[in-house]
C-alpha cells in the first residue's frame, strides 16, 4: 500500500476588523506565527502562507471576526489526498 501525499493548499485567512477587539487569543493560538496584532491592535494575517489550516484561530476568537476559506470541509482534504 501506497504512503498518502501530503498536501498544503494556500487557505484565505479572513478578519473582519470591526469585530475584532484586539484580545489577541488567535494570535496566542497559532502555532504557525500566521497572526499578528496591527499598529491598531487588530488581529491580521502576517504571514498566511504558513497557515495549514488547523481552524484555531477561528474556533477560539470570541468575537467571530476570523473565517478560514479554502479547503475547510474534510471531505474535500480526503478525496484530494486520496486522488494523488
Known sequence: MGRLAKIHE?????????????CGICVGFCS???LAMNADGKAYAQHPEKCVGCNKCEIYCPDF???LGGLTDGADRKDKVISR
Open 32 to 34: 504557525r506565527n500566521v
Open 65 to 67: 471576526a476570523i473565517s
Open 10 to 22: 494556500p487557505y484565505e485567512i479572513n478578519v473582519k476588523n470591526e469585530w475584532c477587539k484586539g
